[in-house]
């Protein structure tokens, strides 16, 4: 059974930092692609990071040089390192391991998510 839980979310205000972490137990990490999905308020889940198994990197334009994506893979775990937050990025993050990352994107095609974790940004 596929686990994935995320956390470190919080409500903090605009400036702040964050780091989001997803343990992915079931998984031996550096075989996947990873990625983080943050979902807003009456739009749909959208990926926002992802990074390969090989070193690629790529972040949506609206976070790009603000967060960090990175592994632990004997951790098996997953972070988001979120600064310079902004009310924008109010959302729920979920991470998503197992998808195919490129330098233009991410594409996830599984069907297991974990809870999220809830990050709020006030002005």
């Known amino acids: 059974q596929v686990q994935l839980v995320e956390s470190g979310g919080g409500s903090v205000q605009a400036g702040s930092s964050l780091r989001l972490s997803c343990v992915a137990p079931?998984?031996?990490?550096?075989?996947?692609?990873i990625g983080w999905f943050r979902q807003t308020p009456g739009k749909e889940r959208e990926a926002i990071s992802c990074?390969?198994?090989?070193?690629?990197?790529w972040y949506e334009d609206s976070v790009k040089g603000r967060f960090t994506i990175s592994r632990d893979n004997p951790k098996k775990t997953i972070y988001l390192q979120m600064n310079n937050l902004k009310p924008g990025d109010t959302g729920i993050y979920y991470c998503?391991?197992?998808?195919?990352?490129?330098?233009?994107?991410?594409?996830?095609?599984?069907?297991?998510w974990g809870k999220g974790t809830q990050v709020t940004v006030s002005s």
């Open positions: 998503a391991p197992n998808g195919w990352c490129t330098t233009r994107g991410y594409s996830y095609g599984m069907d297991y």
């Open positions: 079931t998984f031996t990490l550096e075989n996947y692609d």
């Open positions: 990074s390969s198994r090989n070193g690629d990197t």
